[in-house]
Protein backbone atom coordinates (compact mmCIF):
# COMPACT_ATOMS: atom_id res chain seq x y z
CA UNK A 1 0.00 0.00 0.00
CA UNK A 2 2.38 2.06 0.93
CA UNK A 3 4.92 1.07 -1.85
CA UNK A 4 1.92 1.68 -3.91
CA UNK A 5 1.42 5.76 -3.15
CA UNK A 6 5.15 6.29 -3.20
CA UNK A 7 5.06 5.14 -6.83
CA UNK A 8 1.92 7.38 -7.64
CA UNK A 9 3.63 10.68 -6.61
CA UNK A 10 6.61 10.02 -7.94
CA UNK A 11 5.07 9.01 -11.41
CA UNK A 12 6.21 11.26 -14.86
CA UNK A 13 3.23 13.32 -15.63
CA UNK A 14 0.63 11.21 -17.67
CA UNK A 15 1.80 11.24 -21.93
CA UNK A 16 -1.12 12.91 -23.40
CA UNK A 17 -2.08 13.72 -27.13
CA UNK A 18 -3.00 17.68 -28.45
CA UNK A 19 -5.12 17.24 -31.65
CA UNK A 20 -6.99 19.58 -34.27
CA UNK A 21 -9.15 17.07 -36.28
CA UNK A 22 -10.70 18.07 -39.52
CA UNK A 23 -9.91 21.82 -38.72
CA UNK A 24 -11.19 24.31 -41.12
CA UNK A 25 -10.96 28.54 -41.00
CA UNK A 26 -12.83 30.85 -43.44
CA UNK A 27 -11.91 34.50 -42.89
CA UNK A 28 -15.07 35.81 -44.50
CA UNK A 29 -15.47 34.05 -48.04
CA UNK A 30 -11.49 33.24 -47.18
CA UNK A 31 -10.54 29.61 -46.57
CA UNK A 32 -7.79 29.76 -45.03
CA UNK A 33 -7.39 26.08 -43.50
CA UNK A 34 -9.17 23.20 -44.94
CA UNK A 35 -9.77 20.11 -43.19
CA UNK A 36 -6.13 19.81 -41.43
CA UNK A 37 -5.31 17.48 -38.65
CA UNK A 38 -2.13 17.88 -36.83
CA UNK A 39 -1.48 15.54 -33.32
CA UNK A 40 1.31 16.55 -30.68
CA UNK A 41 2.50 13.82 -28.31
CA UNK A 42 3.99 15.19 -24.38
CA UNK A 43 8.09 15.29 -25.37
CA UNK A 44 7.57 15.88 -28.83
CA UNK A 45 8.41 18.46 -31.36
CA UNK A 46 6.19 18.87 -34.39
CA UNK A 47 7.59 21.55 -37.38
CA UNK A 48 4.92 22.83 -39.21
CA UNK A 49 6.20 23.84 -42.38
CA UNK A 50 4.79 25.33 -45.25
CA UNK A 51 5.15 28.85 -47.78
CA UNK A 52 3.59 32.54 -46.51
CA UNK A 53 -0.29 32.36 -46.37
CA UNK A 54 -0.43 28.52 -46.19
CA UNK A 55 -2.07 28.81 -42.61
CA UNK A 56 0.90 27.67 -40.14
CA UNK A 57 -0.11 30.66 -38.14
CA UNK A 58 -4.20 30.04 -38.15
CA UNK A 59 -3.21 26.39 -36.96
CA UNK A 60 -1.40 27.92 -34.19
CA UNK A 61 -4.46 30.12 -33.25
CA UNK A 62 -6.95 27.05 -33.44
CA UNK A 63 -5.32 24.86 -31.55
CA UNK A 64 -4.43 27.76 -28.56
CA UNK A 65 -7.80 28.73 -28.69
CA UNK A 66 -6.69 32.16 -30.37
CA UNK A 67 -9.71 31.48 -32.60
CA UNK A 68 -12.16 29.16 -32.86
CA UNK A 69 -12.05 26.59 -36.19
CA UNK A 70 -15.03 27.06 -38.23
CA UNK A 71 -15.43 23.73 -38.76
CA UNK A 72 -13.29 20.65 -36.72
CA UNK A 73 -12.56 20.14 -33.34
CA UNK A 74 -9.66 20.68 -30.88
CA UNK A 75 -8.76 17.67 -28.43
CA UNK A 76 -6.89 17.04 -25.19
CA UNK A 77 -6.58 12.88 -25.11
CA UNK A 78 -10.69 12.93 -25.36
CA UNK A 79 -11.63 15.85 -23.32
CA UNK A 80 -12.86 18.64 -26.58
CA UNK A 81 -11.56 21.96 -26.02
CA UNK A 82 -12.53 23.59 -29.66
CA UNK A 83 -14.75 26.80 -27.84
CA UNK A 84 -12.58 26.67 -24.58
CA UNK A 85 -11.15 29.97 -24.30
CA UNK A 86 -7.27 30.38 -24.54
CA UNK A 87 -6.69 31.75 -21.44
CA UNK A 88 -8.47 28.55 -20.22
CA UNK A 89 -6.56 26.48 -21.93
CA UNK A 90 -3.47 28.24 -20.75
CA UNK A 91 -4.70 27.20 -17.24
CA UNK A 92 -4.52 23.72 -18.39
CA UNK A 93 -0.90 23.54 -19.94
CA UNK A 94 -1.57 24.60 -23.52
CA UNK A 95 0.32 27.73 -24.27
CA UNK A 96 1.34 29.69 -26.96
CA UNK A 97 3.95 32.58 -27.35
CA UNK A 98 3.50 35.65 -29.62
CA UNK A 99 6.07 36.89 -32.24
CA UNK A 100 5.91 40.29 -30.36
CA UNK A 101 6.44 39.29 -26.89
CA UNK A 102 6.42 41.29 -23.96
CA UNK A 103 8.79 41.34 -21.13
CA UNK A 104 9.55 43.55 -17.88
CA UNK A 105 11.79 45.88 -19.15
CA UNK A 106 13.14 46.70 -15.91
CA UNK A 107 13.62 43.42 -14.24
CA UNK A 108 16.78 41.29 -15.15
CA UNK A 109 16.54 38.27 -18.03
CA UNK A 110 16.53 36.07 -15.07
CA UNK A 111 13.80 38.21 -12.98
CA UNK A 112 11.17 37.94 -15.78
CA UNK A 113 11.52 34.00 -15.87
CA UNK A 114 11.02 33.82 -12.31
CA UNK A 115 8.20 36.07 -11.97
CA UNK A 116 6.36 33.80 -14.48
CA UNK A 117 7.22 30.57 -12.46
CA UNK A 118 6.04 32.72 -9.41
CA UNK A 119 2.51 33.67 -11.35
CA UNK A 120 1.61 30.03 -11.59
CA UNK A 121 2.21 28.69 -8.28
CA UNK A 122 5.81 27.42 -7.55
CA UNK A 123 7.60 28.48 -4.63
CA UNK A 124 10.75 30.74 -4.36
CA UNK A 125 13.12 28.53 -4.24
CA UNK A 126 11.43 25.92 -6.79
CA UNK A 127 11.10 28.56 -9.12
CA UNK A 128 14.66 29.74 -8.57
CA UNK A 129 15.52 26.51 -9.61
CA UNK A 130 13.84 26.27 -12.81
CA UNK A 131 14.76 29.89 -13.63
CA UNK A 132 18.67 28.52 -13.23
CA UNK A 133 17.93 25.59 -15.51
CA UNK A 134 16.26 27.64 -17.96
CA UNK A 135 18.93 30.06 -18.32
CA UNK A 136 21.05 27.16 -18.53
CA UNK A 137 19.15 25.07 -21.22
CA UNK A 138 18.40 28.30 -23.32
CA UNK A 139 21.99 29.72 -23.36
CA UNK A 140 21.12 32.62 -21.53
CA UNK A 141 23.42 32.46 -18.66
CA UNK A 142 25.16 35.01 -19.76
CA UNK A 143 22.60 37.82 -19.34
CA UNK A 144 20.84 36.36 -16.52
CA UNK A 145 21.95 39.34 -14.61
CA UNK A 146 20.74 42.26 -17.55
CA UNK A 147 17.98 44.45 -17.70
CA UNK A 148 15.29 43.09 -20.10
CA UNK A 149 14.80 45.74 -21.80
CA UNK A 150 18.33 46.45 -23.40
CA UNK A 151 17.50 43.23 -24.68
CA UNK A 152 17.74 43.15 -28.56
CA UNK A 153 15.05 41.31 -30.29
CA UNK A 154 15.72 37.49 -30.98
CA UNK A 155 16.87 38.01 -27.15
CA UNK A 156 13.43 39.14 -26.20
CA UNK A 157 11.66 36.16 -28.46
CA UNK A 158 14.03 33.89 -26.23
CA UNK A 159 13.41 35.13 -22.76
CA UNK A 160 9.34 35.17 -23.88
CA UNK A 161 10.64 31.15 -24.42
CA UNK A 162 11.89 30.64 -21.43
CA UNK A 163 8.95 32.97 -19.44
CA UNK A 164 6.25 30.44 -21.08
CA UNK A 165 8.28 27.57 -20.27
CA UNK A 166 8.43 28.89 -16.73
CA UNK A 167 4.83 28.27 -16.25
CA UNK A 168 5.55 24.30 -17.23
CA UNK A 169 3.41 23.65 -19.76
CA UNK A 170 1.89 20.54 -21.08
CA UNK A 171 2.43 21.86 -24.80
CA UNK A 172 3.87 24.89 -25.78
CA UNK A 173 3.08 26.48 -29.54
CA UNK A 174 6.07 28.45 -30.89
CA UNK A 175 5.60 30.54 -33.94
CA UNK A 176 8.57 31.41 -35.87
CA UNK A 177 10.46 31.44 -32.75
CA UNK A 178 13.93 31.64 -34.53
CA UNK A 179 13.04 34.69 -36.96
CA UNK A 180 15.28 36.69 -38.02
CA UNK A 181 18.14 34.49 -36.39
CA UNK A 182 20.43 32.62 -38.87
CA UNK A 183 20.20 28.68 -39.53
CA UNK A 184 23.15 27.62 -36.87
CA UNK A 185 21.29 30.23 -34.14
CA UNK A 186 18.09 28.60 -35.39
CA UNK A 187 19.19 24.86 -34.89
CA UNK A 188 20.89 25.49 -31.48
CA UNK A 189 17.60 27.42 -30.26
CA UNK A 190 15.17 24.66 -31.49
CA UNK A 191 17.74 21.98 -30.32
CA UNK A 192 17.31 23.72 -26.85
CA UNK A 193 13.99 23.96 -27.06
CA UNK A 194 14.00 19.93 -27.98
CA UNK A 195 15.81 18.87 -24.88
CA UNK A 196 13.71 21.13 -22.37
CA UNK A 197 10.56 19.51 -24.50
CA UNK A 198 12.11 16.01 -23.70
CA UNK A 199 13.29 16.19 -20.28
CA UNK A 200 9.85 17.97 -18.94
CA UNK A 201 7.60 15.61 -21.12
CA UNK A 202 6.20 18.99 -22.56
CA UNK A 203 5.16 18.31 -26.25
CA UNK A 204 5.64 21.20 -28.80
CA UNK A 205 4.29 22.55 -32.08
CA UNK A 206 6.79 24.81 -33.57
CA UNK A 207 6.21 27.37 -36.65
CA UNK A 208 9.22 27.45 -39.05
CA UNK A 209 9.93 28.41 -42.74
CA UNK A 210 13.06 27.27 -43.22
CA UNK A 211 13.05 23.29 -44.17
CA UNK A 212 16.56 22.71 -43.18
CA UNK A 213 16.10 24.11 -39.28
CA UNK A 214 12.98 21.92 -39.20
CA UNK A 215 15.11 19.04 -41.04
CA UNK A 216 17.23 18.68 -38.74
CA UNK A 217 16.05 19.55 -35.43
CA UNK A 218 12.34 18.01 -34.96
CA UNK A 219 10.51 14.25 -34.46
CA UNK A 220 7.62 15.30 -36.97
CA UNK A 221 7.01 17.54 -39.98
CA UNK A 222 3.85 18.68 -41.02
CA UNK A 223 3.81 20.49 -44.10
CA UNK A 224 0.90 22.67 -45.02
CA UNK A 225 0.28 24.45 -48.54
CA UNK A 226 -2.55 27.08 -49.66
CA UNK A 227 -4.39 25.83 -46.06
CA UNK A 228 -4.00 22.22 -46.35
CA UNK A 229 -2.34 19.27 -45.71
CA UNK A 230 0.52 18.50 -48.54
CA UNK A 231 2.05 15.52 -46.00
CA UNK A 232 2.90 14.35 -42.43
CA UNK A 233 5.78 12.11 -41.12
CA UNK A 234 9.29 12.14 -40.35
CA UNK A 235 11.71 14.34 -41.49
CA UNK A 236 13.44 11.66 -43.22
CA UNK A 237 10.54 10.83 -44.92
CA UNK A 238 9.48 14.31 -46.47
CA UNK A 239 12.52 15.77 -47.21
CA UNK A 240 12.22 13.73 -50.48
CA UNK A 241 8.45 13.85 -50.54
CA UNK A 242 8.17 15.02 -54.64
CA UNK A 243 5.01 17.42 -53.80
CA UNK A 244 7.68 19.23 -50.79
CA UNK A 245 10.21 19.29 -53.12
CA UNK A 246 7.98 20.97 -55.66
CA UNK A 247 6.76 23.33 -52.98
CA UNK A 248 9.98 24.42 -51.70
CA UNK A 249 12.50 24.12 -54.53
CA UNK A 250 10.49 24.21 -57.48
CA UNK A 251 9.00 27.22 -57.73
CA UNK A 252 12.07 29.08 -57.24
CA UNK A 253 13.57 27.62 -60.30
N1 LIG B 1 -7.65 37.52 -39.60
C1 LIG B 1 -7.64 37.19 -40.90
N2 LIG B 1 -8.55 37.68 -41.75
C2 LIG B 1 -8.56 37.35 -43.05
N3 LIG B 1 -7.67 36.51 -43.63
C3 LIG B 1 -6.73 35.99 -42.83
C4 LIG B 1 -6.66 36.29 -41.43
N4 LIG B 1 -5.61 35.61 -40.89
C5 LIG B 1 -5.06 34.92 -41.92
N5 LIG B 1 -5.71 35.14 -43.07
C6 LIG B 1 -5.42 34.54 -44.38
O1 LIG B 1 -5.33 33.15 -44.19
C7 LIG B 1 -4.27 32.59 -44.94
C8 LIG B 1 -3.30 31.87 -44.03
O2 LIG B 1 -2.62 32.82 -43.21
P1 LIG B 1 -1.60 32.43 -42.07
O3 LIG B 1 -2.19 31.36 -41.24
O4 LIG B 1 -1.20 33.67 -41.40
O5 LIG B 1 -0.39 31.84 -42.94
P2 LIG B 1 1.14 31.56 -42.54
O6 LIG B 1 1.28 31.69 -41.07
O7 LIG B 1 1.41 30.17 -43.05
O8 LIG B 1 1.96 32.57 -43.30
C9 LIG B 1 -3.65 33.74 -45.72
O9 LIG B 1 -4.24 33.76 -47.00
C10 LIG B 1 -4.06 34.95 -44.91
O10 LIG B 1 -4.16 36.08 -45.73
MG1 LIG C 1 2.56 32.98 -39.90
Partial sequence: MWSKTMTTTTEAPQAETLRLVDGGMNFDGV????DVSISV??????????PNGSGKTTTLNLVSGMLQPTTGRVMLGD?????????????????????SVRVFGRLTVAENIEVAAL??????HEAREL????????????????????SPAGLIRTIGIARALATRPKFLLL?????????????????AIRNISRRRACGVLLVEHDMSVVMSTCDRLHVLDSGRTV???????????????????????
Avoid at 175 to 191: C, M, R, Y
Fill in 41 to 50: NSGEVVGLIG
Fill in 79 to 99: KELTRMSMRKRARIGIVRTFQ
Fill in 175 to 191: DEPAAGQNESEAVELIE
Fill in 231 to 253: TAGLPQDIRHDPQVVEIYFGKRH
Fill in 131 to 150: TEELLADLNLESVANTAAES
Fill in 119 to 124: GCGLRR
Fill in 31 to 34: QALE
